[in-house]
């Protein structure tokens, strides 16, 4: 959710949090109520999207908007051993709030048709087949140090 691409904000205007049909029961949420998430990092009060997506206890937050990055969830921490931003394993709060709101997701987004618009991504099997391309994994990791 860039929102660099016109189409992707009139399918999704505004950001949203995926919790679980599971949760969802249990706190007694529905789509389009207001919630308050908060991490040991920060805090923001955002929509819910109930769906099939996710499962359980988790919850998705999508990292870009409109509205401004919500990063101010998560932390600094990296994964020791790729050295890549850990934004995919933070512990959060959720307290349900008094407001109902419209539900995020537009009629026209292709969750309500089932029929997703075909993207050309990256071809996994004809970058692999490259003579350059390396596995991840098969060379020595190289560490990046801060230049004072």
Known sequence: MTHRVAGIYEETPERY???SEELAKEREIESGR????????GSLVIK??????????????PLLSQEGPVNVLTGSHTDDATNTPAF???AVRIKVLPDQG???????NFR????????NGVEV????????????????LVQIHSQK
């Not at 207001?34 to 990092?41: A, M, P």
């Not at 309500?112 to 993207?119: D, E, F, I, L, V």
């Open 17 to 19: 949090l995926e919790i």
């Open 34 to 41: 207001w919630v308050r998430v908060t991490s040991r990092h």
């Open 48 to 61: 819910v999207v109930v769906t099939s997506r996710v499962i359980g206890k988790q919850v998705y937050l």
């Open 88 to 90: 995919k394993e933070t």
């Open 102 to 108: 419209t539900n995020p997701i537009k009629p026209l």
């Open 112 to 119: 309500y048709s089932g029929k997703p618009t075909p993207q």
């Open 125 to 140: 099997e004809r970058k692999w087949k490259r003579s350059d391309y390396r596995m991840p994994g098969t060379q020595p």
